[in-house]
T-cell receptor
Framework: AQSVTQLDSQVPVFEEAPVELRCNYS??????LFWYVQYPNQGLQLLLK??????LVKGINGFEAEFNKSQTSFHLRKPSVHISDTAEYFC????????????FGSGTRLSIRP | DTEVTQTPKHLVMGMTNKKSLKCEQH?????MYWYKQKAKKPPELMFV???????INESVPSRFSPECPNSSLLNLHLHALQPEDSALYLC???????????FGPGTRLLVL
């Protein structure tokens, strides 16, 4: 079985500051990793994904994440945030053999202060 | 066309009503999903359809009845719901069961 832990339920950051949202996972099999963003009153949008290959993954809106197998982490980063980045961010994992059952973390609410 | 559409956006229904949620995608995806999301919680998987056949039912109560009339369309029929079923219902699709899922905007359901 897989599990995902998002260590911070809320992260307040000033505009134009860097941010890191932390995600750790647990799995006995190989996995795919994802970050989804949910803006207020909207559905989920895929930010980026790690399937294989380079451990540094670049996504939309200037976000990137690094897969660290030894630390079982997949932290999300952005060097300079904007007010428009205010949203809920979900880290997720699926076994690479079947992506049907996404296991989501509990979410991190990123709030940007002017 | 790279989006999943869902209708209606909002739905209010009484506990004796019958209503349906609709999801559509025109990306040629062969797997489609229903999720339920309560406020401040992650989405929870309800059903998975693969090639128009139900492949996963996460022990969802029978008052929720999914239907996949064709490869582009997924419905969720609702009957005799309870107030605790109020939530955001999200639809997703993927090329196959091992590919990335793309989500629709959701239907916000309120059961009175």
């Amino acid at each position: 079985a897989q599990s995902v832990t998002q260590l911070d339920s809320q992260v307040p950051v000033f505009e134009e500051a860097p941010v890191e949202l932390r995600c750790n996972y647990s799995s006995s099999v190989s996995v795919y990793l994802f970050w989804y963003v949910q803006y207020p009153n909207q559905g989920l949008q895929l930010l980026l994904k790690y399937l294989s290959g380079s451990t540094l993954v670049k996504g939309i809106n200037g976000f990137e994440a690094e897969f660290n197998k030894s630390q079982t982490s997949f932290h999300l980063r952005k060097p300079s945030v904007h007010i428009s980045d205010t949203a809920e961010y979900f880290c997720a994992v699926t076994p690479s053999s079947s992506a049907s059952k996404i296991i989501f973390g509990s979410g991190t609410r990123l709030s940007i202060r002017p | 066309d790279t989006e999943v559409t869902q209708t209606p956006k909002h739905l209010v229904m009484g506990m004796t009503n019958k209503k349906s949620l609709k999801c559509e995608q025109h990306m040629g995806h062969r797997a489609m999903y229903w999720y339920k999301q309560k406020a401040k919680k992650p989405p929870e998987l309800m059903f998975v359809y693969s090639y128009e056949k139900l492949s996963i039912n996460e022990s969802v109560p029978s008052r929720f009845s999914p239907e996949c009339p064709n490869s582009s369309l997924l419905n969720l029929h609702l009957h005799a719901l309870q107030p605790e079923d109020s939530a955001l219902y999200l639809c997703a699709s993927s090329q196959s069961r091992v590919e990335t899922q793309y989500f629709g905007p959701g239907t916000r359901l309120l059961v009175l």
